[in-house]
């Protein structure tokens, strides 16, 4: 078995698909393979992690490359402990192009389980289906280069957009907490009860959510949260609602 502090020496993570065993030869090609050969100038011979989204992660030494390709010699597999034990769903109204890509980034960052991008009253964002699906692809390999440079190893789940109302009229998970952000809310998410292990998150886009959603959330069983007494841009209202939960409940405490 690798030790942690090997493992923590090897700066290069990358996000592979398939299956990983010890001792097998992967072999990366395209834009991933050109990325380590030309963007980080690894050579025959370094050694990288490789994780598949599955839970574990991997030692793996370089073999050969070529200018669009990269073998791998898949080492010894280690059990990373990145996972938060704080289960989130982050339920988010989707913003313009790097603000909703800076949310997903630090909310996988942050340690969310799972990101559902919804379109709001107020929201500024239209997609059809096409557009939406491909949105959705962004949004993963976003997330994915999150998980490479934080040291996760499960990718979030990121649902294909979707209406607001459509979701709270399909969704049927169990949680613990279901709360919205709502400025001048009487009640304050860093009072979340502290047994709480799943949480289900609403943020609204740039202009927030309209009175009727609010309503909706309410019917739904949501409680209103703020987080204090200034109005926060939605990507950092994100950024720290999460960082809140985690140091609460997660392990950031």
């Given amino acids: 078995m690798v030790k942690r502090h090997d493992f923590e020496t090897m700066k290069t993570r990358l996000f592979v698909s398939g299956q990983l065993i010890n001792g097998a030869e992967l072999l990366i090609e395209g ?6 050969g030309r963007v980080l100038r690894l050579r025959v011979g ?9 839970g574990p992660e991997w030692a793996a030494t370089i073999d050969a490359m070529t200018k669009s390709t990269a073998t791998l010699h898949i080492g010894e597999r280690h059990e990373a402990g990145a996972e938060s034990p704080l289960k989130i769903h982050l339920v988010q109204g989707i913003s313009r192009g790097e603000r909703m890509d800076f949310v997903v980034q630090k909310a996988t ?7 559902t991008p919804v379109l709001t009253e107020y929201g500024v964002v239209k997609l059809d289906q096409a ?17 490479e440079q934080s040291g996760r190893t499960r990718l979030p789940l990121i649902d294909a957009p979707m209406t607001l109302k459509d979701w709270f009229g399909s ?6 907490a279901e709360l919205v952000l709502m400025p001048g809310a009487a009640s304050s998410l860093a009072a979340i009860d502290t047994s709480t292990t799943t949480v289900c998150l609403l943020i609204g886009p740039e202009g927030g959510f309209s009175e009727i959603e609010y309503e909706d959330a309410a019917i739904a069983g949501f409680s209103a949260v703020s987080l204090g007494p200034r109005i926060l841009r939605t990507e ?9 939960l985690q140091s609460r409940l997660g392990d950031l405490a």
């Fill in 131 to 147: 557009r939406g699906q491909k949105r959705r692809d962004h949004w993963e390999s976003v997330a994915t280069s999150a998980c």
């Fill in 171 to 176: 969704r049927s998970a169990e949680v613990d």
């Fill in 31 to 36: 834009d991933r393979a050109r990325y380590l």
């Fill in 236 to 244: 950092t209202a994100a950024v720290a609602a999460l960082s809140v």
């Fill in 46 to 54: 370094d050694e990288i992690t490789v994780f598949n989204g599955e």
């Fill in 109 to 115: 960052e942050l340690g969310v389980r799972r990101i």
